[in-house]
Antibody
Framework: QVQLQESGPGLVKPSETLSLTCTVSGYSISSGYYWGWIRQPPGKGLEWIGSIYHSGSTYYNPSLKSRVTISVDTSKNQFSLKLSSVTAADTAVYYC?????????????WGQGTLVTVSS | QSALTQEASVSGTVGQKVTLSCTGNSNNIGSYAVGWYQQISHGAPKTVMFGNSLPSGIPDRFSGSKSGTTASLTISGLQPEDEADYYCSTWDYSLSAQVFGGGTKLTVL
């Protein structure tokens, strides 16, 4: 069974860069699928941030594209999110997810999520 | 405003059949499979349907369908543990983005 676990700072200052890592177990990232990030501001719905294919090609939410970088480290079986110039509007629970079979960006397996608060 | 439209709330009694809908357009639902996600008490979402396939471990009282630009999630034999928020999602090629509906709050009376 695929398992995903987010990690990273729970508090980030405004204008700084939010950095999160998703560690995958039970499946090798290099074997396939899309791997992505989704977030949920407090009391609101889900928002897709972006996805990366195991080969490294990426898709980003157009509204966040200028600030987002998603990368893969196959040696550690991890993928990461960087979101620059954060503001209070970036406060949310951040989820990592594996894409649906055979090759879809839709989330299929989800991590438990990690709350990131943007505040000075 | 979400690219996909879902009912804000739906309710049903135990044992009843309920159907949640997700309406989009030809750029998204009309062209791609739809995923459905259950979120109980603001916990992590869980995939309960992708296209018309049930992920492993999901009860077969859940079923999915699509007609044109509207997707549906049907729960036959509603159970108390089905009370949750449900989100639909698919790819939108005009936006080049994965899009979500605003979510439906399902209440089991």
């Amino acid at each position: 069974q695929v398992q995903l676990q987010e990690s990273g700072p729970g508090l980030v200052k405004p204008s700084e860069t939010l950095s999160l890592t998703c560690t995958v177990s039970g499946y090798s990232i290099s074997s396939g699928y899309y791997w992505g990030w989704i977030r949920q501001p407090p009391g609101k719905g889900l928002e897709w941030i972006g996805s990366i294919y195991h080969s490294g090609s990426t898709y980003y939410n157009p509204s966040l594209k200028s600030r987002v970088t998603i990368s893969v480290d196959t040696s550690k079986n991890q993928f990461s999110l960087k979101l620059s110039s954060v503001t209070a509007a970036d406060t949310a629970v951040y989820y990592c997810a594996r894409g649906a079979p055979p090759v879809a960006t839709h989330a299929y397996y989800w991590g438990q999520g990690t709350l990131v608060t943007v505040s000075s | 405003q979400s690219a996909l439209t879902q009912e804000a709330s739906v309710s049903g009694t135990v044992g009843q059949k309920v159907t949640l809908s997700c309406t989009g357009n030809s750029n998204n639902i009309g062209s791609y499979a739809v995923g459905w996600y259950q979120q109980i008490s603001h916990g992590a979402p869980k995939t309960v349907m992708f296209g018309n396939s049930l992920p492993s471990g999901i009860p077969d009282r859940f079923s999915g369908s699509k007609s044109g630009t509207t997707a549906s999630l049907t729960i036959s034999g509603l159970q108390p543990e089905d009370e949750a928020d449900y989100y639909c999602s698919t790819w939108d090629y005009s936006l080049s983005a994965q899009v979500f509906g605003g979510g439906t709050k399902l209440t089991v009376l």
